[in-house]
């Protein structure tokens, strides 16, 4: 073995007996770290990544590794310098890291997904429902059958040669690339179709039914598999993501799978209560309002709230009340008002609440004396 020329093995630390999964990890390794693109103007990492690819293409290769094994460098033909051919590697270096060197990889592209936002009522994202939603999708284009050609003839592209790639140097490695003129095809129109300018596609709005499941809240979204755009080059289509917003209800607030509202309340009913009907996602519910309830007060009603998504338990709906005082009182109002006031003792507290507070205001203002 040359002294200049390290095993094989060594280079890309691995032992004798590595199979094809520890060599490209170990070969990934060393080439994310070491790639030119990543060290310009370092020829020592430079040498260092062209050590590893000869060695990784020895190594995955069945009948090279067994002569290397047999006879060492000579049993290869690397005698001397490095001899890789980073051309013939370019499918090796696409399967490894993908885009990372902007390589395409084997077969043809999936489409592009595709996302949308649907706004639905408090009702129908609480319980449901099934709707339709319309889609700007293409389809092949019906004067030219797709073609993109008046005549309906596309012609081989003479800068790619019908092959769809061409080879796109980055630094010293040569990696195949989509053809610019032809977008990939290896073909293009010459006589371009009227209607569709060539593209050999036309836009139209689809009709897709959408089915939104009880409980989803704003955000949530669902996926239409094969709704997306279409592949440029024969491959599956992608996914269309269709996203809600919850629009607002006049009487409830979500937190949640819980329900919240308001409900007004006058004194008297306060003060005596009284039973009341109550609003609520299922339609009113009867509610009894204790006597002496105070403003603010909240009670719960279990199971009138949103369901759970995916289950059919659901949360509870809070009912806050709200005590309304009267602003326009007439002469007999106020009289009688002014008899209860008089009934009670002006000036002093008639329920625990404010009880509650002058007995604090009393307690501070004996302590500053």
Known sequence: MPEDKRDYYEVLGVARTAGEAELKSAFRKIALEHHPDRNPDNPKSEEIFKEAAEAYEVLTDSEKRA?????????????????????????????????????????????????????IRFEEAAFGTQTEIKVPKTRACAACEGTGSQSKKRQTCQQCGGS??????????????????????????????????????????????????????TGGHVCLRGEGAPSQDGGPPGDLYVFFRVQKHPLFERKGTDVWCELPISFVQAALGTELEVPTLD??????????????????????GIPWLGSHARGDQHVRVRLETPTRLSSKQRELLTQFAAETGEGEDINPQSRSFFQKVKDLFDKKS
């Open 67 to 119: 002569r290397y094994d047999r006879m060492g460098h000579a049993g290869v033909g690397a005698g001397g310098a490095y001899n890789v051919d980073f051309g013939n590697m370019a499918d090796i270096f696409a399967e490894i890291f993908g885009d990372f060197f902007g390589a395409r990889g084997r077969g043809p592209a999936r489409g592009a997904d595709l996302r949308m936002e649907l706004g």
């Open 164 to 217: 769809g790639s061409i080879r796109q140097r980055l630094g010293f490695l040569s990696l195949s690339q989509p053809c610019p003129l032809c977008r990939g095809r290896g073909t293009f129109a010459k006589d371009a179709c009227s209607t569709c300018k060539g593209e050999g596609e036309e836009a139209f709005e689809a009709t897709l039914p959408l089915k939104v499941p009880p409980g989803v809240d």
């Open 283 to 304: 339609g009113p519910v009867k509610m009894t309002i204790p006597e002496g309830t105070q403003t603010g007060k909240v009670f719960r009603l279990r199971g009138k």
